[in-house]
């Protein structure tokens, strides 16, 4: 194929991407979580018109309706539920890319976001190979007890590693954390007293905001929708007394595996290690500094 039929492929596939596609998929969502069209007009600052047309646009493209309607009542169908966390995970990606904190590194994902008061955080998605390379003896055996238990929470084989990591579990509310593992490097940075009372809380909100809370879901979404594991490397300031709310430099590492309950309801495990060596792309040894010592596993 030559450079003039590349050209023509190129605009044929981008006439095919509607120009309003952000406000045809926000129109979407709004009247998703509403379910009521005046509502909907009045959140989006937009008129009946104009939102009846962007769902009959994405109707046409999906080739299937995303709403019933009976008497002005809205109901998702089937399709509309199916659309609608793809819907949501393209307007969070969209909200962060157009501010820059999003881009592929290696063909893995890299996250960002820095503050005007000084908070920030760093995301990058690691090979599962990394795994091996010898820095985090608790986070290998976390993931050699996973293959052995067969991904049961409760399994035998599982149990030797389970004082080490953290269990949550999707509620709508979103993650709620059911158990803090007394070992765990959560229990470590924060302390036992002060990580039980996370135990019912949802996932925190972080300060970028809930395009970027929505954001650092899409790691617990893509394992629950793969059942398998993902690696992350995280750098990031995190509070370690609480009462003074001092931000504390953190790396580590986060190995978050798909699991199941006895019920065969989904569980997520998150098995986390302190990082020694930045390898985030753009990121120095420097935005280690000042991380204290003693923040490890004890395993």
Not at 14 to 30: C, D, N, Q
Not at 65 to 85: C, M, N
Not at 242 to 261: H, N, Q, V
Not at 275 to 283: A, D, E, F, K, Q
């Amino acid at each position: 194929m030559n450079s003039v039929d590349n050209a023509g492929l190129v605009e044929t596939e981008a006439a095919k991407i509607p120009p309003l596609l952000y406000e045809m998929v926000r129109s979407f969502i709004v009247l998703a979580d509403t379910l009521n069209l005046s509502q909907a007009v009045r959140l989006l600052g937009s008129t009946r018109q104009t939102v009846r047309r962007h769902i009959a646009q994405i109707e046409d493209y999906l080739d299937a309706p995303l709403f019933d309607v009976d008497e002005r009542r809205y109901r998702l169908t089937q399709r509309g539920e199916e659309a609608l966390p793809e819907a949501r995970e393209f307007l969070a990606r969209g909200k962060v890319w157009i501010g820059g904190n999003t881009r592929s590194s290696g063909g893995l994902l890299r996250l960002s976001h820095e503050t005007p008061n000084g908070w920030n955080f760093y995301q990058q998605q690691r090979p599962l190979t990394q795994i091996w390379d010898g820095e985090s003896p608790m986070i290998k055996e976390a993931f050699v007890a996973w293959v052995n238990s067969e991904g049961r929470l409760e399994h035998e084989n599982f149990q030797k590693i389970r004082p080490y990591v953290l269990v949550y579990r999707d509620s709508p509310s979103g993650w709620i954390c059911i158990e803090v593992g007394q070992e765990s490097f959560y229990t470590n940075w924060w302390g036992w007293e002060n990580a039980r009372s996370s135990i019912g809380r949802p996932l925190a909100n972080f300060p970028g905001g809930p395009e970027f809370e929505a954001m650092l879901d899409f790691p617990f979404r893509e394992v629950q929708a793969n059942g398998g594991v993902r690696l992350d490397e995280i750098v990031t300031q995190i509070p370690r007394d609480t009462a003074s709310g001092e931000l504390i430099p953190l790396a580590y590492k986060r190995l978050l595996m798909a699991s199941r309950f006895p019920d065969g309801s989904f569980a997520l495990i998150s098995a986390v290690d302190r990082s020694r060596h930045v390898t985030i792309s753009g990121l120095d040894q420097a935005a280690m500094s000042g991380m204290p010592d003693d923040a490890i596993v004890r395993f």
